[in-house]
């Protein structure tokens, strides 16, 4: 009686410990530490206005004389990013976030959606579908001087052949900004590219600036080629190319 109850018994500790070995291989590691998420929120119902400002330069030949007429294109409107919820997608395996944009010309008209984008975070980095493009916008935890490959999803061929020189570095991290009227305590830039200022030909600078708890902020991107080597680049002449600069003016949460 004694050895069948030893055996029934044993059997029981053997089933127990293979399930034990199951459900810890199928348990999901939480992350220790803090790693910062909150730079760029992804809570459905988050969103942040911009006020936009566009500048789109073209430069036309005049004549055979070699002059030309310079023709820049200012547009404002607001811009808003919502967060409209998660979806597994079972195709992927991954959880996505929807991201919705909505334009308008000022803030007395109504909203009309203008595209839809989407985001996922792993436990490392944040990445984003900005239309046909995927990036990896930020990385976890945020570190002063943490460079990365932002672009490791777009192959650099044909029209995105420009993205070979994007270099994805993380500064001033935890810095203290005011944009839109706002005080941010704390910020960050990633600088994707910044080949420009000391160039007399070609402008491309794209960079962003992240504030803790709310997201991006602050964005400049500027795609300009000009010929007339002595203007500058402020008002650059005989140039082609785009200017665009995005600021927050309201956010959801506060």
């Given at each position: 009686m004694k050895k069948k109850y030893f055996q029934i018994t044993s059997w029981c500790l053997l089933i127990l410990l293979v399930m034990s070995l199951y459900a810890c291989k199928d348990k999901v590691e939480?992350?220790?530490g803090n790693y910062e998420y909150d730079y760029m929120p992804i809570d459905s119902g988050h969103y942040i206005i911009y006020n936009v400002d566009s500048i789109l330069y073209a430069s036309q030949k005049t004549g055979n004389g070699g002059g030309f007429i310079q023709?820049?294109?200012?547009?404002?409107?607001?811009?808003m990013e919502f967060y409209a919820g998660a979806y597994f997608d079972s195709m992927q395996g991954i959880l996505k976030y929807r991201i919705e944009y909505y334009k308008r010309k000022t803030s007395n008209d109504a909203w009309q959606q203008d595209r839809v984008w989407w985001a996922t975070r792993t436990v490392t980095n944040f990445q984003r579908q900005e239309d046909d493009l995927k990036f990896i916008k930020l990385v976890f935890p945020p570190r002063e001087g943490t460079a990365w490959n932002g672009t490791i999803f777009i192959p650099k061929t044909g029209q995105f052949e420009y993205l070979e020189n994007w270099n994805f570095k993380m500064t001033e991290v935890g810095a203290a900004k005011t944009y839109g009227g706002f005080s941010f305590p704390k910020t960050l830039v990633v600088t994707h590219v910044d080949i420009g200022r000391d160039n007399l030909i070609t402008n491309q600078l794209s960079r962003e600036t992240y504030a803790k708890g709310v997201g991006i902020v602050y964005k400049e991107w500027?795609?300009?080629?000009?010929?007339?080597?002595?203007?500058?680049?402020?008002?650059?002449?005989?140039?082609?190319g785009f200017r665009i600069r995005m600021e927050v003016s309201d956010y959801f949460p506060k």
């Open positions: 939480e992350p220790t023709k820049n294109d200012t547009v404002r409107y607001q811009l500027d795609m300009i080629e000009k010929q007339d080597v002595l203007s500058n680049w402020d008002n650059p002449q005989n140039s082609n």
